[in-house]
C-alpha cells in the first residue's frame, strides 16, 4: 500500500504542477519585472529586493554545496537551485490564491525524489552515499515549499490588515532560522528517546522517503505498485476528488486515518446540520478547527516531554494498558468533549 500511495502521492503532485503551469510563468514574469527595484512609495508595497532574494537563496545553495557535514554535492546543490526556485513558486500562488489546504508539499517532495534520485543514479552517486544526497534534497525541497507556502499565507494576512511587507520577511527569516535551531534539536531528543521508525516513533512520511529512495538506488522498487497508485490518482482526479489526500491516505497508517476520517464525518455532520444563522455555523465550524489545532500542538508538547523522560530514563508507567477498547473508550471521551467545545459556546447574534 505504502508504494501504491507513493505512486499515487508523486502523480497527483505532478499533476499539481502541471495545472500550476500558468501561475509558474506569470509569477517569474512578475517577478523579473520587479527585478532591481526597491518596492513602490507606499509603505504597504515595499519588499526585500529582488537582488537580495535571489543573492540569499544562492548564498544558501553555496553554504550547503561547501559545509563538510551536508552530504551535497555541486549537482545535489543544483537540483535544489532548480527544484526549489520551481515548487516555491507553486506553493507561493496555491496558497496565496486557495489557501495551505491545496499545498501538495508532499506530492513535491516524493516528485523530487523520484526524479534526483534518478540523476544521481545515473551520474554515477550510488550506495550509501547517493541515497543521502538524495534524501537532504527532498528534504530541502520539502522546507522550501512548506515555507513559501507559510510565508504566502502570513503575507496575504498582512496585506489584508496593512502590515509592511518588508518587516513582515525580515520577521519570516528571524522565525526560520530560530525555528530551524528548534526543531533540530527536538529532532535529536526523539531520535534519543526511541529511535526512528520504531513502535513509538514510526514515522510513515520519512519511511515512504526511504523506501522509494532505496528503491530507485537498487533497482527493485516495484514500479507495477507504483503505476498501480499513478493510475488510481489519474482516476480519482477524473473524478474530482482532491488527489493529494487521498493518496496520503493511502500510505499512511491505519491507526492516523481513522481519526482523520472520524474527524471530516464530524466536520460533514457539522455542516449538514441546520443551524439557527450561517454564522451561528461558521462559529461552530471555527470552534472545532481551534479545538482540533490545540490538540496537535499540545499532543507534540506532551511527545517533546515523554521523550526528555525517555531520555533521563524516567519510567511512568501507571498499570497495565487497557486494550483496544480502551482506547475506543478514552477517544469517544475526547470525541465528546470535541463537540462540547464545538457546541458549548454562546451563541452571538448577528
Not at 522565525?175 to 529511535?195: E, F, N, P, R
Not at 520519512?206 to 532505496?214: D, P, R, S
Request: charged share 10%; net charge positive.
Amino acid at each position: 500500500m505504502r508504494y501504491i500511495g507513493a505512486g499515487a502521492v508523486a502523480a497527483g503532485g505532478i499533476m499539481s504542477l502541471i495545472k500550476s503551469l500558468p501561475l509558474i510563468v506569470s509569477t517569474f514574469a512578475k517577478a523579473m519585472k520587479g527585478f532591481g527595484r526597491e518596492g513602490g512609495a507606499l509603505r504597504t508595497d515595499r519588499s526585500l529586493p529582488m537582488p537580495v532574494a535571489l543573492g540569499g537563496a544562492l548564498l544558501v545553495a553555496v553554504a550547503l554545496w561547501l559545509i563538510p557535514s551536508v552530504p551535497i554535492t555541486l549537482l545535489a546543490a543544483l537540483i535544489i537551485v532548480v527544484f526549489g526556485f520551481f515548487f516555491a513558486t507553486v506553493s507561493a500562488r496555491m496558497v496565496g490564491l486557495v489557501g495551505s489546504s491545496n499545498n501538495p508539499v508532499s506530492g513535491m517532495a516524493i516528485a523530487t525524489l523520484l526524479i534526483s534520485t534518478v540523476l544521481l543514479k545515473v551520474t554515477g552517486n550510488t550506495g550509501i552515499a547517493g541515497m543521502t544526497t538524495a534524501i537532504c534534497i527532498g528534504t530541502v525541497i520539502c522546507i522550501v515549499a512548506a515555507i513559501a507556502g507559510d510565508t504566502s499565507q502570513d503575507l496575504k494576512t498582512g496585506y489584508i490588515i496593512g502590515s509592511t511587507p518588508i518587516k513582515q520577511q525580515i520577521g519570516e527569516l528571524i522565525g526560520t532560522i530560530a525555528s530551524g535551531i528548534a526543531i533540530g534539536g527536538v529532532l535529536y531528543l526523539l531520535d534519543a528517546a526511541w529511535k526512528y521508525g520504531s513502535t513509538q516513533l514510526p514515522a510513515p512520511q520519512a519511511t515512504l522517503m526511504k523506501m522509494v529512495v532505496e528503491g530507485v538506488m537498487g533497482g527493485n522498487l516495484p514500479w507495477g505498485l507504483v503505476f498501480v497508485g499513478v493510475f488510481i490518482a489519474i482516476a480519482v482526479e477524473i473524478i474530482g476528488i482532491p488527489v493529494l489526500p487521498f493518496a496520503i491516505g493511502l500510505y499512511l497508517p491505519i491507526h492516523l486515518s481513522t481519526p482523520i476520517m472520524i474527524g471530516g464525518l464530524i466536520r460533514l455532520w457539522v455542516d449538514k446540520r441546520k443551524f439557527q444563522s450561517e454564522q451561528r455555523r461558521q462559529d461552530v465550524v471555527d470552534n472545532g478547527v481551534l479545538f482540533s489545532s490545540g490538540m496537535i500542538a499540545g499532543e507534540g508538547l506532551i511527545g517533546i516531554a515523554l521523550a526528555v523522560l525517555a531520555v533521563l530514563g524516567l519510567d511512568f508507567n501507571l498499570g497495565a494498558p487497557l486494550g483496544n477498547w480502551g482506547g475506543v473508550a478514552f477517544f469517544a471521551v475526547l470525541v465528546a468533549v470535541m463537540l462540547f467545545f464545538m457546541f458549548g459556546g454562546k451563541k452571538k447574534k448577528n
